[in-house]
């Protein structure tokens, strides 16, 4: 089956880096500008974890990690799906909502430990379907105990009039250590020569979903399309993002510190390109897409620049380390439950990701976050 | 000027604690079981956080407190000035958010260190609108140099479907420490004996807007309405939150430990009843409700009871303290800029909060918190 309409991009499905970045830009210079208050205390940011996935605060000891993240549109697809099926999927959202932080907390270094749960409804009645709140409750306190963090607390606003009627508007904080401090994986550890070790990710996670979403609108049988026999569209978007830090955790016990970490999510697999450092990534091996995102990409009639520039077509985290650890990096992983390839390598040379297989190039132009 | 109208109560602007409660307290539950993860990294919580404003973990050297709070509906009134007056209020709203985490983060004696920015657009262009972006911009940043903190980083997602077209969702999570740990203020401190204090708010603050809102619908002028020569009520509740970390962290400097806190928020003055301990809060002196407090009771046609039992009627926060800290305790606030009354006494005695001028008392079932 292949897609009968226009591609769809993922600017027409109705996100627009254009717009936000250049906010994102401003916001982040004006954060920097804050740092110099930490001094008062006693303490010092970690320059480098400017323009990261986490912030890291020298407090002695240990560095200090902390973290925001939003879900994102995904229970838009869990409330359709609710309806088509009876079902609530809400205990696999909270895992994703978790996800969000936990797996970019950790691209630091950061053992995570405490999670807050940021839970705003359109309105006090989306907390009185009480089988749809339990398995929220659930869900949230299974990856918790997956991820071996605390659930501090949280936040379960009713905001009519700004989240919608019946909607809810997820996400989570997250606060780690980076103990002892030589975890710390950002700055200057990264280098030519290191491996590339990809982590296969369960689906499409939580970016994307806009996409996602338009397409299916585009398919007769919307999302109970079978993509393969037995598994629905809707099911198989909804499968919960896999949560990374158990691995992390686990590369540290085998006395393995990677020099860099990257989540895949938004801007796909551009976000290789995240570290700051002038170097050239070139991955050897694709991982398989997921069945989900291969669908995706051909129902969207994406080429592979598009989708890899957009999803994470199968690999969702991206761990960097030394040549002589990738093999056994990808064992670690493996023994978590979760696959892993030895996928590329780090050269010098200018910035940019070359996806060997497929023949696409990504410049330092294609991801502008700093 | 007098309501003409029949009263207006707190339940019937929208929000429904009814159906909120029993989730959370279900939530905190799931919560309280994960804490034992902590000890798979050598760290144990601080039980007596639970229920209290932030989660406090014990992490060796000092304490580790986190949060993150949602600023709520007050942005519906930002947007709804920005239209009848050309003005953007959003430098104050970032201040206001800043402050539903800070404040509560203080709580338990922590220095709040790093601020994350979670702002959840209802679509892209909502970052389109430089003026107002950089409003938010500038205001976060201010409000992050009045409190000595950095400004970490952020989440700035366009959620079209959750969050409503041209509307913002804008929380805060905070990350602080308790350092030294002897200025942890929740658990068995606070005793008979102890004074209260009581720290002047600047208005509405953040809780009570919906009921607010409500009112400015059955205003002939609607927040045009003057409620002072000068002051229009729209203006007057956009006033932002008061920060009161420089406060707590000026009483540090001058000796004094908090025996317990109190962020006077939602619920309004039944926040006072929040230590688990059964005592009894008598207060023998209120003070001054501000203009827009005054002005919001008497539209809405509320006795005593309900007004101070959803607004914070003129004191934002409640610090407990020492009887013989008390006088020097007022006097540190007023030094920040900040009005403060030694308003009360903690007594041996049931669980209740006496309002003694009003003839008012609240008791344990009034705040079902845990």
Redesign the interface.
Known sequence: MTSTAAPLTYDQA????D??D???I???R??A???S??A??G?T?VKAS?GES??V?D????Y?A?????L??K??VADEMAKLTGKSFFAGIAQDTIAMAVNDLITVGA?P??V???W?AG???W??DAQR??AL??G??AA??TC?????????????????DG???L???C?G?INPKERLSVGDKLGAGDAIVLLASSGIHANGL?LA?KLAERLPQGYLTEIEPGLTYGEALLAPTALYSPVTEALWKAGIAPHYCANITGHGWRKLLRHPSQLTYRIHSVPPKTAVLDFIQKQAGQDDREAYSTLNMGAGFAIFVKAEDAERTAQVARDCGIEAWVAGTVEAGEKQLLIEPLDIRFSEDDLALR
Chains 1, 2 share one sequence.
């Open positions: 109705g996100v627009n880096y717009l936000i250049p906010l994102k401003t916001a982040q004006a954060a500008a804050t740092a208050h930490l008062g205390h303490f940011e400017r986490a912030y605060v407090v002695g000891p240990f200090l902390s973290i925001v993240e939003c994102g549109t229970t838009l053992t430990l405490v807050q749960a940021y705003a309105g006090s009645d907390f009185g709140a339990q409750v659930a949230w306190k918790c105990d071996q963090v605390a659930w501090g607390g949280g936040e379960t606003p009713a905001l009519a009039g700004i989240v919608e909607r809810i508007d996400a989570a904080s606060t250590l806009s979403r």
